[in-house]
């Protein structure tokens, strides 16, 4: 499951190799199995598609605890292949339920159909500082695999976190 896919052309243009920061993320993550279920399922159910959604948790400097993904609509039916495009509704009402909470929204998940777990420069224009992004690659309709990105502290690539610590209790 990690060895890469036979990925477009593009991937391996400057443009894209420039938002791939090498270095290793020093970031600690905590996700559990229900949660990378969902991520994968819902982007399975949605290819050829992008499907999209969040992720409700809690963050730390760099320590994210994920306890939750949200499917969210992608509004960008135009380009539902290549693009996606959060629905705003839906984020402003999870924001609003979690208002008196402990969690809050810390990251956005996208899939990659037929294309790998690498953010594109559009990911990077639309990325946030301090937000985690999952992305799973699917291929021909089926799980490749998933691997989970942030910016790195320039703001301008996104850094690979590279061991992920599962939990149970949520
Ligand atoms: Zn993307």
Not at 71 to 89: E, I, K, M
Not at 124 to 152: C, D, K, M, T, V
Request: glycine letters at 6%.
């Amino acid at each position: 499951m990690t060895t890469d896919i036979d990925e477009p052309e593009r991937f391996r243009t400057p443009a894209y190799l420039a938002v791939l920061d090498p270095t290793p993320s020093p970031a600690s993550l905590q996700i559990g199995a229900e949660t990378i279920t969902t991520m994968i399922e819902s982007a399975c159910a949605g290819y050829p598609h992008e499907v999209c959604g969040l992720l409700i948790g809690s963050a730390h400097e760099e320590r994210w605890q994920v306890h939750e993904a949200r499917p969210v609509a992608n509004l960008n039916q135009a380009r539902a292949s290549d693009r996606f495009q959060l629905d705003p509704a839906a984020y402003q009402q999870i924001d609003r339920e979690l208002r008196n909470s402990a969690l809050e929204i810390i990251g956005v998940y996208h899939s990659h159909p037929d294309c790998p777990a690498k953010p594109s420069p559009t990911d990077l224009e639309s990325a946030w500082e301090g937000f985690l992004y999952p992305i799973i690659s699917i291929h021909h309709g089926q799980h490749h695999e998933i691997r989970y990105w942030h910016l790195n502290d320039s703001g301008q690539a996104f850094q690979q976190i590279a061991s992920t610590g599962s939990h149970h209790d949520q």
